[in-house]
């Protein structure tokens, strides 16, 4: 008896010494359990340059022909070839690296700092924006409640994505005149240096831009798009200073993403387009030699649709493809152009006409550093109420577009430039979205059903369609 | 015999000389058949049992074996000796690491593989990638083909290894060998052996590359296209045939900016072997020497041992020293104690692997048969005049001036060892304390070169250092009972405690954009990084076991172990697990002298639990990086700012125990005076609440939660066979079978997922489990089918693609086996090992790049067109169904057999090959194989009379002399990713393996 005693202490004593051996060692010592608004707003701003400076960028310049994939994995995309599993990298960057940590931005900002949670809201709707413009319905409101453990979210219309992103947006003017904020955004805020009102700016912008985007559904889109112009240049987007771009730096994590790709790391994958090259020499543009260097003669010339041609064809010149080029995410042309389709819309001839002339003018003067010449200015920026066409606004601004996605959604809604498709395309017609991500069909129990490789030509989004 | 005597040789420690499974029967003649019965084997916590005692399988490898197959890995030289044991090396480059699962996975993505255990004393046997906190991919797709860490074990110490392949051993050691247990007993002294003896032996090997794969040498560099080519007048001609819709002809011609060999056919004399004249034979050297001294309380065995070897890839090597000292003494009646201690340094100079710019088989495969790669002007042929790289194509480094320019070298300092101690109380009761420690320190550096590609986004140069740090601290104190209840029953208990404390850091130093070219300091880099990471876990545990034996013929033996772990978040801290085995020797009922010399039945039941990685109870905020893939993406610092996002994977307070639950029957049948053996056993095993790194949907914010979740099984059998044909004085001729078949069936994932990624892999493939299959499918796109199971061609002639992605393979063999032969003919000793892989797909992503780029052997037949068999829709428009991706109209279309005729180019780039609209799905092949795994002859010269010498041995072995297989790329014996990784079956510009012979020749005093 004695002896089981014996056994049963000793017992109680490893249960409790066991216990305490193995206590402690539960929180890691690598990573923190919380940070600060501005740790988090510059990822959210990283996150965006990410979606808007990478592949979605590269990728539809390719479908819109700017560029041309002639090797590897860019001839699939070149091609249309983009099945589910190629795109969860892009889909993960929106909505684990951006949305989610700009939600956690406001968050964590809270009321105290009105204008943190204004840039989460725009950087939000930025967010959003791409998406949708991709992928078409996406999920929202039921997103981002992973913690809570709701791993499924419904699919939202693109309508209503839209919808709420006017909203945000107007939530964000509000919150950035707010003038109290316990924190000042910064250095953090790699785009506008913690200016609120920038960011007012660039959220009529954003209105703008999607007023536009529903032309195909909104009989008055003009009315309302011309009303954000309006707002975006009263709050300061009077010149490309205010531009918001995707800024680079010069070590390795910090390129631009295009230099990245076609200079660096997937060099000779991407050349120059037939169709813009095109476009531009038979204008004499001067923005040619800032575009795309020359090739071994000495000229301009773009890989033909399909062609695989990789001899003498130029390359990405300087102005888009160096490690600290900007690469555009909403500018002072853009909103001109959007003025200009706008006011023709609205049977302004008259004031499209100088929207576009403007617009021409900004956007040489800023990639060239210097005025346009006169000649180029008498044939392409001197358009009058009698001249102007929605086809000379369309492709002039698909030229100043190069490098962003925006002449992608241009092209769908619009139709302008024409595009043939590529001879290499397993579809009949150019693609029109993306695939639904793969993590999704596999783990979204709410997932609407697949829309594939074979679909992109078909499948097009609520606003691309009347 | 009684029970005490049995005990005897074990309290002596006897060293076991004897093997226990007939499939070792390599030497003949050393035991009785009698004394087979008896035999002993090591069992978890260096326990030494009757064989006849265990419930459940066990398997023995003697040391010689090991040695024998002239592996310096001890994991892959139990390739093909352990049955069901599956062995995969990841390549032949010195060092390479080697997987081994036993029973198949058990887990989805956890680790997979058995605990290693020396002495006693678990060691760590991972394998680890250098990886910058920054770097966004899965390490294991590329860098270099580093060490799995037990192969600082030299197997000449080894005695021998016992492998226990259930969960049996988990009572015992814990959760670590919930996947089974390779336990590693070495060397000792031995009382009353010889008082002074020693063993020298000296190896040689010479290796080469024993398979690549085929390729053209007819036509060079360049874009053609369309099958078409240039004649010798320089025409372009058409093949014949229609050309393909929509084709046009391009620029040809050579073409420093494109990375095919579609180009002209290249002139004679003028192309070029390039990896015939890259690979080398390469030389190894071993050399051990043992010295074991008894006397008569005390006994040691001193070893040192070194071996060097060479790659076939230029400037690498593997090379190890190990000193070992083990001690036993008596020091009181009651009381002995022993050690064992071993000095450890290994490393060596690595080659670059895998998906990597800067891969050797990469630049080295792609290369066009008419560029020379040591043709450059610059003296050393890999270089231009002005010193900078010479390439075929901008971004593919010169394989040369990788291996010479971009050294990646690791320096490991290891020390295991452990001291314990025995006290018999008395006669029935003892006591046993032992601890131990496992201890390393692994520093790492690789260089790239100013001018190299592989650091992705830095031409400028980089000097990284990494260094590795790893501690063990492991005790358990046993208290052992054994008691005679009456004639016919004696009961052992064992109540026993086990602590265990493990802290591992890795530190990774960076420093990009050299200012010196070739100086390597962190000082000449004008852009540093720094990341670092560490981690404990500890466990706690006490266990008991109670065995009762009846009449020396029916055993029982139940266990139960509590276990507490420091990873549990506050819902667990502590869980138990039972288990329950019996074994009746049958052949004790029946008359001696019969047909059957032993027989015995056993029955196990045995649970596991395993407790969760570490902080995986909470989620974090980190660094975040984003990429699409394509570029090293953008990450921080960034522009001198900080930044921090939360982290994708959900941490989970709510973390239960894993659960493995084993059954076992098994047979072990000796028969014609045990001149024919077999050991059958029958499995099926099922892990429940399974600790996974649950995938999610981006929507949710996150791209993982850390759950219990999903349930698999793998049943199986196992079976080893022996029979002695011949035995007589002048001749023994003994075949020794292993076999292994195991089944993986994932049950169940998580509600409403049948699908999930276990691994990040390729953006064209991935390593799944799927509801249904079998764990680590293939996931990839795939080709439409019709409802019959043809394809569904386009328009262009090429197969359609499926709208969605699905399972293109299973990476684990139907079964496999292996059949030695032995002869002995008057001393002379002849062997032969044959190993067969039945099944088991490979994606051959190197096959299908080279398909593309025109080089492999049959894409020099360009003049003719294909038609690829399958169906083609002439009228209607299909729908998809949405999450199988097939058809759902078929009967409002219209099929017709595809007679479109494709080019060359299009067949090989597209439908072999990788190109546009190409399927994963063509790129997955059977990696079926027989192999001649050894080969080998010895013979020992007894120096009889001779006071200085007692015999010398000499031996040759050919390794790998022979294979048959269809895989069209290296030797299917391959993985990408290495041990480190529970992806299977990637096969993307591996290293080659290897075709060795080597001399052995041992001399003994």
């Known amino acids: 008896m004695k002896k089981l005693f014996a056994i049963l202490l000793g017992t109680a004593v490893l249960f409790t010494s066991c216990k305490k051996w193995v206590s402690g060692h539960e929180v890691s010592p690598n990573a923190p359990g919380e940070a600060n608004p501005a740790l988090l707003n510059s990822a959210c701003q990283l996150a965006i340059f990410a979606t808007y400076g990478g592949s979605l960028s590269r990728t539809t310049s390719m479908w819109t022909q700017h560029s041309e994939g002639v090797s590897n994995q860019s001839l699939d995309q070149g091609a249309y070839i983009i099945d589910e599993g190629d795109v969860e990298n892009e889909w993960g960057v929106i909505y684990q690296g951006g949305l989610k940590n700009m939600r956690l931005l406001e968050k964590t900002a809270g009321d105290g700092n009105p204008a943190y949670q204004g840039m989460a809201k725009v950087m939000t709707a930025m967010m959003l924006g791409a998406a949708t413009d991709m992928w078409g319905d996406i999920p929202w409101t039921e997103a981002l409640d992973g913690e809570a453990g709701n791993y499924s979210a419904k699919y939202d219309s693109q309508e209503s994505i839209i919808a709420a992103m006017q909203t945000m947006l107007d939530d964000a003017v509000v919150l950035l005149d707010k003038p109290d904020n316990a924190l000042a955004p910064g250095s953090d805020d790699f785009i506008y240096g913690g200016d609120a009102g920038k960011w007012k700016a660039l959220a009529y912008a954003i209105k703008a831009r999607y007023a536009m985007r529903i032309s195909n559904r909104d009989a008055n889109w003009h009315t309302k798009a011309l009303d954000y112009v309006a707002k975006a240049k009263a709050a300061g987007f009077t010149s490309s200073a205010a531009d918001a771009n995707c800024i680079f730096g010069t070590n390795a994590n910090e390129y631009n993403q295009w230099y990245a790709f076609t200079q660096v790391e997937r060099t000779g994958y991407m050349l120059a387009g037939a169709k813009l090259v095109d476009i531009m020499n038979s204008i004499n543009d001067p923005r040619i030699g800032f575009y795309f260097t020359t090739n071994d003669s000495g000229q301009y010339k773009g890989a033909a649709l399909g062609s695989q041609a990789v001899k003498n064809i130029s390359d990405f010149g300087s102005y888009f493809a160096s490690q600290k080029s900007v690469t555009p995410l909403a500018t002072y042309v853009e909103l001109l152009f959007i003025e200009a389709e706008a006011q023709f819309a609205a049977g302004n001839k008259a004031a499209a006409a100088t929207a576009h002339n403007d617009a021409i003018k900004a956007h040489v003067g800023l990639v060239t550093g210097s005025a346009a010449p006169a000649a180029y200015v008498s044939s392409q920026a001197s358009e009058t109420a009698g001249s102007i066409t929605l086809d000379k606004i369309l492709t002039h601004k698909y030229v100043s577009g190069f490098s962003m996605i925006e002449p992608y959604n241009d092209w769908r809604r619009t139709g302008v430039p024409s595009l043939s498709p590529s001879p290499l395309a397993l579809i009949t017609g150019i693609a029109r979205r993306y695939p639904y991500s793969l993590d999704e069909r596999l783990y979204n129990t709410k997932f609407p059903g697949a829309i594939g490789v074979n679909d992109l030509a078909d499948k097009k989004v609520w606003w691309d369609s009347k | ?1005």
């Open chain 2, 1 to 1005: 015999m009684k029970l005490k005597e049995l005990l005897k040789p074990l309290a002596a420690a006897a060293v076991l000389t004897s093997s226990v499974a007939a499939v070792n029967a390599q030497t003949a003649g050393s035991s009785t058949d009698t004394g087979r019965v008896e035999e002993v084997v090591v069992t978890a916590l260096g326990i030494k049992k009757q064989q006849r005692a265990l419930g459940y399988a066990v398997q023995s490898v003697k040391g010689k074996e090991l040695v024998g197959s002239g592996e310096q890995n001890v994991v892959q030289a139990l390739s093909s000796k352990v049955a069901g044991a599956l062995v995969t090396s990841s390549s032949g480059t010195p060092g390479a690491s080697s997987r081994i699962l036993l029973r198949g996975a058990a887990t989805f993505t956890g680790n997979n593989q058995p605990l290693f255990v020396v002495d006693g004393v678990p060691i760590d046997n991972s394998t680890d990638q250098s990886t910058a906190g920054d770097y966004p991919f899965n390490s294991n797709l590329q860098g270099v083909n580093n060490s799995n860490r037990a192969v600082d074990i030299n197997p000449d110490d080894i005695e021998n290894i016992t492998v226990l392949k259930g969960p049996a051993a988990a009572s015992l050691y814990g959760v670590r060998g919930a996947n089974g247990a390779i336990i590693i007993t070495t060397k000792r002294g031995q009382k009353g052996g010889k008082r002074f003896s020693a063993e020298f032996s000296s190896t040689m090997d010479w290796s080469k590359v024993n398979k690549l794969p085929e390729r053209q040498f007819v036509y060079g560099q360049g874009l053609g296209g369309g099958g078409q080519r240039i004649d010798s007048a320089g025409v372009r001609k058409n093949f014949t045939g229609t050309i393909p819709a929509g084709w046009t002809l391009v620029d040809a011609g050579t073409s420093a900016t494109t990375p095919n060999s579609w180009g002209p056919k290249i002139a004679d004399g003028k192309s070029f072997d390039n990896a015939g004249n890259f690979f080398k034979t390469a030389m190894s050297m071993t050399n051990n020497l043992g010295v074991t001294v008894n006397g008569d309380n005390t006994s040691a065995r001193f070893s040192v041992g070194n071996t060097q070897q060479d790659g076939i890839v230029p400037n690498t090597s593997f090379k190890r020293t190990t000193i070992r000292v083990n001690t036993d003494s008596r020091v009181t009646d009651k009381l002995s104690v022993g050690s064992s201690v071993n000095l450890i340094n290994s490393g060596g100079t690595r080659a670059q692997n895998g998906s990597n710019l800067s891969g050797v088989m990469l630049g080295l495969m792609r290369a066009p048969a008419d560029f020379n790669l040591a043709g450059g002007a610059g003296a050393d042929g890999y270089t231009n005049s002005d010193g900078t790289q010479y390439q075929y194509f901008p971004i593919y480094d010169n394989p040369y001036w990788t291996v010479y320019r971009n050294p990646f070298t690791d320096d490991v300092n290891r020390i295991i060892g452990n001291l314990n101690a025995q006290y018999k109380a008395n006669d029935w009761l003892s006591i046993n304390y032992r601890v131990g420690t496992d201890q390393y320190t692994d520093s790492r550096q690789q260089i790239f070169a100013v001018g190299s590609w592989q650091p992705d986004n830095s031409p400028g140069g980089e000097i990284s250092q990494n260094v590795l740090r790893y501690k063990e601290i492991y005790s358990d104190l046993v208290l052992n009972a054994n008691r005679k209840v009456n004639e016919d029953l004696s009961v052992n208990m064992t109540l026993g405690n086990n602590l265990n404390t493990r802290t591992s850091s890795d530190q990774y130093l960076r420093g990009r954009d050299l200012a010196v070219p070739n100086f390597y300091n962190l000082s000449n880099a004008s852009n540093l990084y720094a990341s670092q990471g560490s981690g404990t876990i500890k466990n706690a545990a006490i266990f008991g076991s109670a065995e009762f034996s009846f009449k020396n013929f029916l055993y029982l033996n139940a266990s139960g172990r509590n276990e507490w772990a420091s990873t549990f978040g506050n819902k667990k801290s502590s869980f138990f697990y039972p288990s329950l085995s019996g074994s009746v020797v049958f052949s004790e009922l029946m008359e001696k002298g019969g047909l059957i010399s032993f027989g015995k039945m056993r029955v196990a039941y045995a649970q596991a639990g395993i407790n969760p990685p570490a902080y995986a109870t909470r989620t974090y905020y980190g660094q975040p990086l984003f990429t699409d893939g394509f570029t090293g993406g953008l990450g921080f610092p960034y522009l001198g700012q900080n930044g921090f996002g939360q982290s994708n994977g959900l941490g989970n307070q709510g973390l239960m125990p894993e659960r493995r639950t084993s059954k076992e029957i098994g047979f072990d049948v000796r028969m014609f005076d045990s001149r024919l053996t077999i050991d059958l056993t029958l499995y099926e095993q099922k892990s429940t609440d399974l600790l996974v790194s649950m995938p999610l949907a981006a929507s949710s914010g996150y791209s993982s939660v850390r759950q219990n979740s999903g349930t698999m099984t793998n049943k199986g059998i196992e079976l080893m066979l022996g029979v002695t044909a011949i035995k007589n004085k002048n001749l023994t001729w003994e075949i020794a079978g292993n076999f292994g078949l195991n089944r993986n069936e994932v049950l169940s994932l998580a509600p409403g997922v049948d699908e999930i990624n276990i691994e990040a892999a390729f953006s064209s493939i991935g390593s799944y489990a799927i509801v249904g299959q079998s764990y680590g499918s293939m996931y990839g796109s795939r080709v439409l089918r019709h409802s019959d199971g043809s394809m569904i061609i386009g328009a262009n002639g090429l197969p359609v693609l499926n709208n969605t992605r699905g399972n293109i393979g299973n990476p684990y063999p139907d079964w496999i086996g292996a059949l030695r032969n032995t002869l002995n003919v008057k001393g002379l000793n002849i062997t032969a090992l044959i190993d067969v892989r039945k099944g088991g797909d490979i994606w051959c992503g190197t096959y299908a790049r080279l398909s593309q780029y025109g080089i492999t052997a049959p894409a020099a037949d360009r003049s003719e067109t294909y038609t690829i068999e399958g169906k083609r829709i002439t009228s209607g428009t299909p729908k998809y169904d949405s999450k199988t991706g097939l058809i759902t109209n078929e009967g409002e279309l219209t099929f017709a057999e595809n007679t479109r005729q494709i080019s060359a180019f299009n067949y090989y780039r597209s439908y072999l090959g990788d190109g546009p609209g190409s399927s994963a799905e063509m790129a997955v092949y059977d990696g079926s194989w027989v192999r001649l795994r050894e080969l080998g002859v010895s013979y020992r010269i007894n120096m009889k009379g001779n006071k200085n010498l007692s015999y010398i041995d000499l031996g040759v072995v050919g390794r790998n002399l022979w294979l048959s297989t269809k895989y069209p790329g290296v030797d299917p014996e391959t993985s990408l990713t290495g041990a480190s990784s529970n992806i299977g079956g990637f096969d993307y510009f591996n290293n080659p393996g290897l075709k060795s012979f080597m001399f052995n020749i041992k001399l003994g005093i």
